[in-house]
């Protein structure tokens, strides 16, 4: 493609050494050999597949070095492209065979025709050539005569015109010959880039600042550089003129790349990859890796960018000790991001756990099946051990090692080991995995819990009065928590991190006490009688036992509250058939517009999610409260007249912000996946200011 004059200027500089690059005009690629040498260029691409290294059969032809020039292909006076001219050194390499070893093989050696030693030699020299925008590769016939093969000497030399490639870009050229006599030659050379595209640190913040005439229209993208699966464009604008673009650092990751083109018909994308060696965004990638459980046996590391990663299984015992690595005998393999890998397992498990570490530092942990088989199990991993003639070993993996079975050890699986035996053969443990060399099994402890904790029982009888003395202290606590005021709970189920948000804040406001009625703890009743029906329940109950209801305000509920004021109400089951929000809407914005809404109902919203100006103005005649700076107004209004104290209501506001807090920063924490449509997900945009 032609490069606009201007660009090659701006890229090489003006200086008399560099406009005088040889200029080669025409499109035809062209080679030419030293003095005395032959050779000739195939017409056309080839496929490029570098054979296994055979073995030469006498003196062979093999390429020993290689250089690289640029030059400019110009198809008129000032419209050319960046060229690289390559260079490729032969010599001569091998020995004919000593004839006397020759009269060993006998006559049948005798039979077969004498290579000639004064031949000439040919090769079939293969240029491989690869780029961001570029692969190709090329086939050159080499000949050198008779008088010029001494073996371990140099032959000269063939040159090849040229591999075209954009500016700023990095290329990679492979040479070797066909068959493959040795390990292939590689050479990276990066192009000069442009250098009004800079890019430069503002305190926490990146800055890309492109320096261009007023009048200069480009298009600037940044992509996600994966060598392994397709380019992922993340981010893309036409511009004009001089610009700064600001990004944020935790947006950064090694392969986050930046690509600039002038707006004009067939222009050359100038690419680079500033942040490769940056710190920064090494630790962002681990921050935006998450690891994804692919029933029914599958897993994969998500990742935006390739990484050198190990995984490994491991066992998560119930009680907080490390998770203990299950090598042996289970294996390290290596990890390649957003690919899917298989456990090698006969059964899923709460407490395996994946680990994933890069250069020996543990960088992820993460137990899989947590979600779908439940929280850690009182479970003890043994290990069996397979050995010729059919020899076995037993032991329990606990935190201080594997412990035999049958062993005088002070430990919990020593003195339950006869008892593990029994069942293991009675079919009572889980076989995960098995293979030649040995299995795993998972054994319930829970009958030996219950067993030890009999005699704690007994004991506890004793302290049966105390017991019951201290439920009647709690009599009253009881009856006022009977007596608690009710709230029911309007949001709009924008994403699973928002809904978990949610279920934070009503898990908290149930401590203060409140009743609270939620979607979220009722999708049974929901799907039986449906959102509609189930709201006008429960702000009856609500409204006649003296409650209030609350708005809870995001981006997806404000969206919903225009599309009804502007007479646009959403059709049924468009937003899920749980969303209790949208179908509340219908008999919401009558008490607002009729004034009944004072008294009834409290607005809300999460300031870090929404500004406080982006509720409609109809809802503000009722508190419309930020959280969670205002807390303690909200819990005062829900709780009502004859609430706590200041200083006890301040309490409760702290004990709310600390259980929200979690939950809220997983909320804008940038997922990995593509789904969420934010942080680092691709189309979600990089925060530019």
């Given at each position: 493609m032609p490069v606009p004059w201007f660009l090659l200027s701006l890229a090489l500089g003006r200086s008399p050494v560099v406009l005088s690059l040889e200029r080669i005009v025409g499109p035809q690629d062209t080679a030419r050999c030293s003095p005395g040498l032959s050779c000739h260029l195939w017409d056309g691409d080839l496929l490029c597949l570098p054979g296994s290294i055979v073995s030469a059969p006498g003196p062979v032809l093999v390429p020993t070095r290689l250089q690289t020039e640029l030059v400019l292909r110009c198809h008129q006076e000032t419209d050319c492209d960046l060229c690289v001219r390559v260079t490729v050194h032969l010599a001569v390499r091998g020995h004919w065979e000593d004839p006397k070893d020759e009269e060993g093989l006998g006559k049948v050696a005798d039979a077969e025709p004498e290579e000639p030693r004064n031949a000439s030699l040919q090769a079939q020299v293969l240029l491989s050539f690869h780029s961001y925008t570029t692969a190709r590769c090329v086939l050159l016939e080499v000949e050198v005569p008779a008088a010029l093969v001494q073996p371990g000497q140099s032959v000269g030399s063939v040159v090849f015109d040229c591999f075209e490639a954009a500016l700023g870009a990095e290329v990679q050229i492979w040479s070797y010959t066909q068959p493959t006599y040795q390990k292939e030659l590689n050479f990276t050379q990066q192009l000069p880039a442009l250098p009004w595209l800079n890019v430069s640190a503002d305190g926490d913040d990146v800055q890309l600042i492109l320096d261009v005439s007023e009048e200069q229209h480009f298009g600037l993208s940044l992509y996600w550089n994966q060598f392994d699966s397709p380019t992922k464009p993340w981010w893309h604008r036409n511009l004009t003129g001089p610009h700064t673009i600001t990004l944020n650092h935790t947006d950064l990751v090694p392969c986050l790349c930046i690509q600039v083109w002038p707006l004009e018909p067939d222009s050359v994308r100038t690419s680079i990859c500033p942040f490769r060696k940056d710190p920064r965004a090494h630790r962002n990638l681990w921050r935006a890796a998450r690891l994804q459980l692919l029933p029914p046996r599958g897993w994969r590391l998500e990742a935006p960018c390739s990484l050198p990663a190990e995984a490994t299984l491991c066992w998560q015992a119930l009680g907080g000790d490390p998770c203990q690595p299950l090598v042996p005998p289970l294996s390290r393999e290596n990890v390649t991001v957003n690919e899917a890998l298989e456990f090698p397992l006969l059964k899923g498990h709460p407490n395996l756990c994946v680990q994933v570490s890069s250069w020996e530092k543990l960088q992820l942990q993460e137990c899989l099946w947590s979600d779908s088989l439940g929280p850690l199990k009182d479970d003890m991993l043994l290990v069996e051990t397979r050995g010729p003639q059919n020899n076995r070993s037993l032991c329990a993996l606990e935190p201080s090692g594997c412990t035999p079975l049958l062993s005088g050890a002070s430990t919990r699986a020593a003195r339950l080991g006869e008892h593990l035996l029994q069942d293991l053969q009675s079919g009572q443990c889980l076989q995960l995995w098995d293979s030649d060399l040995g299995a795993l099994w998972a054994c319930p402890m829970n009958k030996y819990t219950h067993q030890r904790w009999a005699l704690v029982w007994l004991a506890c009888l004793l302290l049966a009065a105390v017991l019951f003395l201290l439920l009647l202290l709690k009599k009253d606590h009881v009856k006022a928590a009977a007596r608690s005021r009710a709230a029911l709970l309007l949001y709009s189920a924008d994403d699973e991190g928002f809904e978990r948000l949610v279920g934070a804040l009503a898990s908290a406001l149930c401590q203060l006490p409140l009743r609270v009625a939620?979607?979220?703890?009722?999708?049974?009743?929901?799907?039986?009688?449906?959102?509609?029906?189930?709201?006008?329940?429960?702000?009856?109950?609500?409204?006649?036992?003296?409650?209030?209801?609350?708005?809870?305000?995001?981006?997806?509920?404000?969206?919903?509250c225009h599309e009804w004021l502007r007479g646009r109400a959403p059709a049924p089951g468009v937003h899920g058939p749980h969303d209790a929000f949208a179908a509340s809407l219908s008999c919401v914005l009558p008490d607002f517009l009729q004034g009944r809404a004072p008294g009834r109902y409290v607005g809300a919203f999460f300031e870090r999610l929404l500004r406080a100006d982006a509720v409609p103005a109809l809802f503000r005649a009722v508190p419309v409260l930020a959280?969670?700076?205002?807390?303690?107004?909200?819990?005062?209004?829900?709780?009502?007249?004859?609430?706590p104290r200041p200083g006890r209501l301040a309490d409760r506001a702290e004990r709310v912000s600390r259980a929200l807090q979690p939950a809220l920063d997983s909320c804008l924490r940038p997922p990995g996946t593509p789904e969420t449509g934010r942080g680092m997900g691709p189309g979600a945009g990089p925060g530019l200011k």
């Open positions: 939620v979607d979220l703890w009722n999708r049974r009743e929901l799907s039986a009688h449906g959102p509609l029906a189930w709201f006008h329940a429960q702000r009856r109950r609500t409204l006649q036992e003296g409650g209030v209801v609350v708005l809870l305000f995001s981006p997806g509920a404000v969206a919903l959280l969670p700076s205002q807390l303690p107004d909200f819990l005062r209004a829900l709780q009502g007249p004859g609430g």
